[in-house]
């Protein structure tokens, strides 16, 4: 039940149709303050109603909750009473309400939502007593009330729910006036009206249909066939329909003459939402990056009109808006409001990347396409290799969509031409602190600092009006201070509406200084360099420390473990001054969307004041150490992950140099799912490995890289097994590390090897074999011997590679590495099973499922897997089947591809020979789009010979012919001869299978071409 405030006293008007009004006896009261309008907003929308403290508290700040909510929601409470009680209005007007507060309705108080609902009630009870002209009145009253869209120029995400309610029931009450109108004749009113409507709401159909009624009963028949035109092409366009049932009646019925009045529709309680066209990854809706709008934005005018107009769709070109301008003037908050504006008109998504130009480690063109490319949808595996590719597949992704892009903080051309998409049906928005004259189709836009009255604005926004017309000198003082800059502008402000019994000019008098003028610019986050002392101050020794020393990472975000190295401290000890940090804003928590499991950034200019007071602070000893132990943590749980693939220390060689001591509870973090590990921290891997390089740290740069390798491969992240190893191969050699050397070469020829560049692939690891044997490590010699093998077979060197394998053998016994003995038994069970040596193949397999009895490894799955294709080769298909079932549980568990692939199309071909062609063709095209999808040409060529066969077996010819074009091709760019063999084989017995001779010839004819 609604409770209300007792009658007597003055007359209270509240206002939420529009721009938030109160009035006392009809006397405006200015409430301006941003916290305060948004506590009365909230209590607005369930007027006579309990709200929580926690509501309001999550109105305020959303995900950001203050230390003491409750406090400054009673706060802002009390200054709301006292700020109605000054104005005339009832001091019991706001009454505490366990668990919250609430606003009180009665007599003396009107709320124009609530004078709407009962307008609407009035106005539905009179069409039901059959009193239009009374039920139009009361329709016009109601709509009369709206001023514009519910608490605009204020934006918060827990009044959604309640604001989408309240336009929904104004749409309703819309659509309900027309038909009164047309039902009375009032056809000219109807098009007077609903022109202007039907504008902000484009997509709704009614509406149109009563427009177009009303046009045809005007007699503008052309002008109501026309809007159904329009109204056909825009649903086309936005939502890829056609008009609905009620439209298209009513088309027909302007046509024959016999136009009437449009079926009534549902009420706004029936009705069901429209869903968006164009989205990447449904069931989740159009990809939207953009960082949160601020409610205090101010100005800008004239520059936001400039950025819409110059990045409007439909120009011809790809519209490009460059904002540049020195730091802190806004650029960014700029781009990211005009941004927000623009959801709308780029409804399929809007993207957004901070580029980090003007850093030392700035984001690549590539890097920045391939987050883009995961934003919308594709996996690891599925993104090029080439910059040239990512480009072109992202262009050709959004190519026609109305998407918007706002790359942040850009250094130069380089990093943006890449980026630009292709159709002029998207918009990019970019900000950096260069000119950047030369990106193509750009409009420039000089930002430079605010004007004297939009930084007096900004300030009252922030602080309160009543505030600052109390001392209007001492404000401009402040504004002065701050040089107009936007950043330090908004910091004062903070500060100023965080302490209410502070004075301006207490705060004024705390910047006449200009030596602490810097130091007293910092606030909640917001900091201009040195002033984050004051937070910094703040903390305990030992959070000070940890705040430090976040400053070593090279990562662009990081998970609580890393405290822990950093400090030689348990994980729990470190959590709690993570906690300290997090509390006093100079950390952000910045978890990605799905991921159970929280990591954290510090802002760029909180890092280099972080660095300022570690340079100042601990000697480089001391820095060193703390870093190599974060790297030395890192390289452990790498190894733990590889273990985990790997069944164990195997495949891999380490250095020999000494590692710093790991604590014991920080690898119990990650031993519960070391991959889960890995994919969290991969961005971790390569930033310290790069990072140790750097500082000409080989051993664990080349280490670190090494372990990652097997990592890398399972899941195809082939960019950062490249970019790991050649950075640490770049410090090896200078530091004339022959063993880190060849450890690196090794990694990168079987980098090629999986990319199926054999021929590139080979030099690389015949000089990491020749490095190996060079300084006397065996175990690395026969590791790299037996990938130089496996490039050996493809290239059709089956005796070379057969060589090979058994001379690596002995050497891998020795070595106790049982993966990589396993490996080479099965590869030679596999070559000399191509070769016809049926009896030798099984002796090497039998030899390889005996070590594989009790191993856990990747490996393991793949002797299943050779297993089945020897029960193949020999025909009992049964025991095949079998094989390749339990082969596929295993690499689906490993999450392994490749092998989940391979097994695949094992049971392809084993129903293939079964004669079971449809559920062949299902599994191998599983297995040629899986092998697609990881880029894997060996793989492809293998589907695609049983893929063929599977269609000749149903006399599809010409499909097999295309499949084994394709393959013959794949062969030809590998290098690989003895499987091209095969292919022009098949395509000789396709030919000699066709009965008509003509097809027969062409096929024939298509091969020798």
Not at 309 to 318: E, H, L, N, R, Y
């Amino acid at each position: 039940m609604l409770s209300r405030v007792p009658s007597g006293g003055s007359h209270l008007e509240l206002g939420l149709l529009g721009p938030l009004e109160i009035r006392v006896d009809g006397q405006l009261l200015d409430i301006s303050a941003p916290r305060l309008r948004t506590v009365l907003g909230t209590l607005l929308l369930s007027p006579g109603n309990t709200v929580s403290t926690r509501h309001l508290a999550e109105s305020l700040w959303e995900d950001n909750l203050p230390a003491d909510p409750a406090n400054q929601v009673a706060a802002c409470i009390s200054m709301l009473r006292r700020m109605f009680r000054q104005g005339g209005a009832s001091p019991e007007l706001l009454v505490t309400r366990r668990p919250g507060y609430q606003l009180m309705v009665g007599a003396g108080v009107r709320i124009d939502a609530m004078v709407f609902r009962d307008l609407q009630e009035e106005a539905r009870a009179s069409s039901e007593a059959d009193d239009p002209r009374r039920a139009l009145s009361q329709l016009k009253s109601a709509l009369g009330l709206w001023r514009g869209g519910v608490l605009s120029g204020m934006d918060c995400r827990a009044w959604q729910p309640e604001i989408r309610r309240l336009e929904e029931e104004y749409i309703a009450l819309r659509e309900h006036c027309s038909d009164v109108q047309l039902g009375l004749g009032l056809n000219e009113d109807v098009v007077t009206e609903l022109s202007v409507f039907v504008e902000q709401y484009p997509l709704l159909e009614r509406p149109r249909a009563q427009l177009m009624l009303a046009l045809f009963r005007s007699g503008r028949q052309a002008d109501a066939l026309q809007m159904y035109r329009a109204t056909a092409e825009l649903l086309r366009e936005e939502l890829g329909v056609s008009p609905g049932e009620d439209l298209q009646r009513m088309h027909k019925s302007m046509l024959q003459g016999t136009a009437n009045t449009p079926a009534r529709k549902r009420t706004s309680r029936e009705r069901t939402p429209v869903a968006h066209a164009g989205s990447f990854t449904d069931p989740y809706g159009p990809p939207c990056q953009l960082p949160g709008d601020l409610a205090e934005f101010v100005g800008r005018r004239e520059e936001i009109d400039t950025l819409q107009s110059a990045i409007a769709p439909g120009s011809g070109t790809v519209p490009v808006a460059v904002i540049v301008g020195p730091g802190g003037t806004g650029k960014t908050v700029l781009a990211v409001h005009t941004a927000h504006q623009l959801r709308q008109t780029f409804n399929d998504g809007q993207l957004y990347v901070n580029l980090r130009g003007m850093d030392s480690d700035p984001v690549s063109a590539e890097e920045a396409l391939a987050r883009f490319l995961r934003e919308l949808g594709l996996s690891g595996a599925a993104i090029p290799d080439s910059l040239d590719e990512r480009a072109a597949l992202f262009r050709s992704l959004v190519a026609g969509r109305r998407m918007l892009l706002v790359l942040d903080n850009a250094g130069d051309v380089r990093q943006i031409r890449p980026l630009l998409p292709g159709t002029d049906t998207c918009g990019v928005l970019v900000t950096s602190r260069t000119r950047l004259t030369t990106v193509p189709n750009a409009h420039v836009l000089e930002l430079d600092v605010l004007g004297r009255d939009q930084a007096h604005l900004l300030l009252c926004q922030l602080v309160g009006e009543e505030r600052v017309e109390a001392e209007p000198d001492v404000a401009r003082k402040l504004v002065e201070y701050c040089g107009r800059l936007p950043l330090a502008v908004r910091i004062v402000g903070a500060k100023l509406a965080s302490k209410p019994h502070w004075s301006l000019r207490r705060a004024a008098s705390r910047l006449v200084d200009e030596r602490r003028r810097l130091d007293e610019l910092a606030h909640e986050g917001l900091e201009v360099r040195s002033s984050l002392e004051l937070s910094h101050q703040g903390l305990s020794p030992q959070a000070r420390r940890l705040f430090r020393r976040l400053a070593l990472l090279a990562a662009p975000d990081f998970a609580e473990w890393v405290c822990a190295p950093l400090l030689s401290l348990s994980v729990l000890e470190a959590e709690d001054l993570l906690e300290e940090l997090l509390d006093a804003r100079l950390v952000d928590v910045v978890t990605p969307m799905g991921s159970p499991k929280a990591r954290y950034r510090m802002h760029d200019l909180v890092r280099l004041f972080a660095s300022e007071c570690l340079s100042e602070t601990e000697p480089g000893v001391e820095r060193a150490a703390a870093r190599q132990r974060v790297a030395a943590t890192t390289l452990a749980l790498a190894d733990l992950a590889h273990r985990e693939v790997c069944g164990g220390d195997f495949t891999v060689v380490h250095s020999l140099g000494s590692r710093p001591y790991v604590s014991e509870d920080v690898i119990q973090l990650a031993a519960g799912d070391p991959l889960d590990w890995y994919e969290a921290d991969r961005s971790t891997i390569t930033a310290l490995c790069a990072q140790a390089a750097e500082h000409d740290e080989d051993e664990i740069a080349w280490d670190m890289a090494a372990t990652s390798r097997c990592l890398f491969s399972i899941r195809f992240h082939f960019d950062d097994w490249q970019h790991t190893h050649e950075v640490a191969l770049a410090t090896v050699q200078r530091q004339g590390n022959k063993r880190g050397e060849a450890a690196l070469l090794l990694g990168l020829g079987d980098l090629d090897l999986t990319r199926r560049l054999y021929e590139r692939a080979l030099p690389l690891l015949e000089r990491s074999r020749e490095l190996f044997l060079e300084v006397g490590d065996r175990h690395g010699y026969a590791l790299a011997l037996r990938k130089a093998a496996c490039a050996d077979r493809i290239q059709g060197r089956t005796t070379i590679a057969l060589e090979r394998w058994r001379e690596c053998l002995p050497i891998l016994r020795e070595a106790a590495d049982l993966e990589a003995q396993i490996q080479v038994h099965r590869w030679m069970s596999q070559t000399l099973l191509e070769l016809g040596r049926d009896e030798e193949a099984e002796g090497s397999l039998r030899v390889a499922v005996r070590m594989a009895e009790s191993f856990e490894g990747r490996s393991a799955a793949q002797v299943h897997l050779a297993q089945a294709d020897l029960r193949l080769a020999r025909g009992e298909l049964d025991q095949a089947a079998a094989a390749y079932e339990t082969s596929l549980r295993a690499t689906s568990r490993l999450g392994d591809l490749s092998g989940r692939c391979a097994a695949l199309l094992g049971q392809g071909t084993v129903d293939v020979r079964r004669r079971r062609i449809a559920q062949a063709q299902e599994r191998l095209g599983q297995a040629l789009d899986l092998a697609r999808s990881i880029q894997d040409p060996l793989l492809q060529v293998e589907v695609l010979l049983n893929l063929a066969a599977a269609h000749v077996a149903e006399g599809h010819q010409t499909k097999a012919f295309v499949l084994l074009t394709e393959g013959e091709e794949l062969c030809r760019r590998m290098g690989a001869a003895s499987r091209r063999e095969r292919f022009t084989a098949a395509l000789a017995d396709l030919a000699g299978r066709s009965t008509d001779i003509g097809q027969a010839t062409d096929i024939a004819g298509r091969q020798v071409e």
